[in-house]
């Protein structure tokens, strides 16, 4: 999101403060976290998108990116063709884009809270090899081929998460030609892994939890997933 979009209501700010301890997907604050992420952006099995793409194909996407990006595609021939869309975004949001991590790092780093991760790296690196290759290639192909298209799409998106309309963006997530038939293993089963640590947490001191807003809603979402282990779960607006 673009760094005026992310901000902090007084309600969210009491509910950071009376806790002791801060929950991300992934442990941010933690180097080693980080240098797995780095060695995971490639692809595992000697893909390329040169292999995986047709020559037109190739030499069209990459005069995209370059120009959007500003940097070669040949550099990230070998990465995950589903991470290289994340790169473009900037140029589709028009500035430069901030996750919410940061800003709540710097809050975590102002009270002295420690930080902590639901999951891994090499989960999330998990998740991503998971969707076969040659199908991010094609996404990132036709995300290349029609940016227009998917700048609508990522406002549309922007516009439910500013609603605060959980229940959209589940259905958004399912309904998408793309993502939707990997919505299992890239939600609902990491939902099911998070509660065990979300519950071993609350148990120890107050935490704030930060995940994608598409974790939270549905049946499967972790909203419902703690309810039916008996917990009370109320909404604090932003």
């Avoid at 240098?35 to 030499?59: A, C, H, P, V």
């Avoid at 370059?66 to 975004?89: E, S």
């Avoid at 290759?133 to 922007?158: H, N, P, R, W």
Wanted: aromatic content about 8%.
């Amino acid at each position: 999101m673009c760094p005026d979009d992310i901000t902090i209501s007084a309600n969210l700010q009491a509910a950071f403060n009376s806790s002791k301890q801060l929950y991300l997907e992934l442990d941010l604050d933690n180097p080693a976290t980080m240098l797995r992420m780095i060695t995971g952006i490639m692809m595992t099995d000697g893909s390329s998108l040169k292999t995986l793409l047709s020559e037109k194909d190739y030499d069209s996407v990459s005069s995209i990116f370059q120009a959007k990006t500003g940097m070669p595609l040949g550099l990230m021939n070998r990465a995950k063709p589903i991470l290289l869309m994340g790169m473009v975004y900037p140029s589709i949001l028009g500035c430069k884009a901030e996750g919410w991590e940061q800003e709540l790092m710097k809050m975590a780093k102002e009270k002295d809270m420690p930080v902590h991760g639901l999951e891994k790296a090499e989960d999330q690196i998990g998740v991503l090899d998971s969707i076969p290759y040659k199908v991010q290639a094609e996404m990132f192909v036709k995300t290349m081929y029609d940016l227009d298209s998917t700048k609508q799409g990522f406002q549309k998106l922007i516009d439910i998460y500013k609603a605060q309309d959980i229940q959209q963006m589940v259905k958004m997530t399912s309904e998408d030609e793309d993502y939707g038939d990997y919505e299992e293993v890239m939600l609902r089963k990491r939902n099911e892994n998070w509660i065990p640590v979300i519950a071993e947490a609350m148990k120890k001191e107050p935490a704030f939890f930060a995940m994608g807003a598409g974790h939270l809603a549905g049946e499967y979402g972790v909203i419902s997933l703690l309810r039916k282990q008996g917990y009370q779960v109320t909404a604090v607006k932003n």
